[in-house]
């Protein structure tokens, strides 16, 4: 078999390791991956839907695709994932370029369905997308060094703003013995850096073994040899217990770093969204992480904007940040989503809510940089990912993920892949690290 595939991968972390899953099987079917989809005989992109810049992207995407199409200088344009799954008809009649269209429960079925394109076959595949994760290897196109482990598929959290559970289905866990399998699969290949995803990983084994489960998960995970850093993403507000809590604490390969998402401290407009518990449930969790946990950073989302959000919501939640002092933030303008009980309810206008998510931006810039001139004179590990023309190392510390944080810029032998200490020098104008190795 002699045929070219090209994979364009967009969206979340999650997306990607469907990537990876349909990169492998099509390797292993004997199809050729292609670096470009410029001369390929077939691209595939697996698109997110989540709110309308990625669908926007997603489109723009596919556009592009066609117009090498048009050109001859690409074969075939097959459009898997979340813009799919949530616009299958839409996607077929409005762009007629497309030749196979698939759903996020179809990413199994990728070989079958290119198999049926090169035959001039129509191809539309949507399996159910609550059902049980496949457990299919990947082509890991992440590192050097660390790679994401997804725990598990879908939500359950229902937020009134999200359209995640309906296009990804219930939250489904997968079987702990299968989760460690694919952790030491990646540590013998020479993965350090486990980064554990789900769109909530805290409810890990609540639906298959009637209990939280990620602090065993972890406790597991950590005996696995070659494993030095795990790195969690997302933990949920409601869902931390005693027993995460110390797990977090006491074991040394869990890096002090915590993505959890708030959306808000409002009462009213958590109680709105369907967000469970109180501003004061989070402010007490908070304080107790910090408490508990020393060294602690925390990581969060909120949008600006939703449904509620007067003058007064929006000062109390710039109010909870500046004393919060939350060192890592993803700030987001309230997108109404179609389908969704928040799209149907009053809001204010997508130019004041970015006018707000810019003056919180503003408040967490601050919050950020003096987080990061207070670790000048200390020493951090750090993993390396690449090196500059000058020899300089890049790398990532242990309170920075990849693709959303910062980078350290340093000095000394590295080595690719490796975890090293670096004394951090100073900080440059656009917030990274400066440092030299230890």
């Known amino acids: 078999m002699d045929k070219t595939i090209a994979l364009i991968s967009l969206g979340c972390a999650k997306?990607?390791?469907?990537?990876?899953?349909?990169?492998?099987?099509?390797?292993?079917?004997?199809?050729a991956l292609a670096p470009s989809p410029d001369g390929a005989d077939a691209v595939i992109i697996n698109t997110c839907g989540f709110i309308d810049a990625a669908k926007s992207e997603a489109?723009?995407?596919?556009?592009?695709?066609?117009?090498?199409?048009?050109?001859?200088?690409?074969g075939k344009i097959i459009v898997t994932g979340c813009l799919t799954e949530r616009y299958r008809t839409a996607?077929?009649?409005?762009?007629?370029?497309?030749?196979?269209?698939?759903?996020?429960?179809?990413?199994?079925?990728?070989v079958s369905a290119v198999d049926a394109v090169f035959a001039e076959k129509p191809v539309s595949l949507f399996a159910d997308n609550s059902a049980p994760v496949d457990e299919i290897p990947r082509v890991?196109?992440?590192?050097?060094?660390?790679?994401?482990?997804?725990?598990?598929?879908?939500?359950?959290?229902?937020?009134?703003?999200?359209?995640?559970?309906?296009?990804?289905?219930?939250y489904r866990s997968r079987k702990m013995e299968n989760v460690l399998e694919e952790a030491r699969d990646l540590a013998s290949h020479g993965v350090k850096e486990i980064i554990v995803i789900a769109q909530d990983i805290t409810r890990y084994g609540t639906d298959?073994?009637?209990?939280?489960?990620?602090?065993?998960?972890?406790r597991k995970i950590a005996e696995i040899d070659g494993v030095e850093w795990i790195r969690l993403h997302y933990t949920y507000p409601d869902q931390f217990d005693d027993e995460l809590i110390d797990e977090i604490a006491s074991n040394p390969k869990i890096v002090k770093y915590l993505d959890i998402p708030i959306q808000h401290i409002n009462n009213k407009i958590l109680k709105a969204m369907n967000r469970h518990g109180t501003g004061d449930d989070i402010r007490k969790l908070f304080e107790t992480l910090r408490q508990r946990i020393p060294d602690l950073v925390l990581r969060t989302s909120l949008i600006a904007g939703l449904p509620g959000e007067g003058e007064a919501e929006f000062e109390e939640l710039c109010e909870f940040l500046r004393e919060a002092k939350i060192e890592r933030a993803g700030v987001f303008a309230f997108s109404p989503e179609e389908g969704t009980p928040a799209a149907k309810m009053e809001h204010c206008s997508f130019e004041e809510a970015q006018r707000r998510a810019d003056l919180i931006m503003d408040i967490q810039a601050r919050?950020?940089?003096?987080?990061a001139a207070s670790l000048v004179g200390k020493t951090l590990p750090v993993i390396c990912t690449d090196h500059d023309?000058?020899?300089?190392?890049?790398?990532?510390?242990?309170?920075?993920?990849?693709?959303?944080?910062?980078?350290?810029?340093?000095?000394?032998?590295?080595g690719e892949g490796e975890i090293v200490p670096v004394r951090i020098t100073a900080v440059s104008d656009d917030g990274n690290l400066i440092g030299e190795e230890e």
């Open 59 to 74: 489109i723009d995407t596919i556009l592009e695709m066609a117009q090498l199409k048009s050109e001859g200088r690409l």
């Open 140 to 170: 890991v196109s992440t590192g050097p060094s660390w790679a994401y482990l997804r725990i598990a598929e879908g939500c359950d959290n229902f937020c009134a703003f999200c359209a995640i559970p309906f296009i990804r289905g219930r």
């Open 208 to 218: 298959i073994y009637g209990k939280r489960s990620l602090a065993e998960l972890c």
């Open 91 to 110: 996607v077929t009649e409005e762009l007629p370029e497309v030749d196979a269209i698939l759903g996020v429960g179809s990413f199994g079925d990728i």
């Open 367 to 371: 919050i950020m940089d003096d987080f």
């Open 389 to 414: 023309e000058d020899g300089q190392w890049i790398g990532r510390s242990c309170y920075d993920s990849p693709d959303i944080d910062g980078l350290v810029y340093f000095s000394g032998k590295g």
């Open 15 to 31: 997306n990607l390791v469907n990537s990876e899953q349909m990169l492998y099987l099509l390797s292993e079917a004997g199809y």
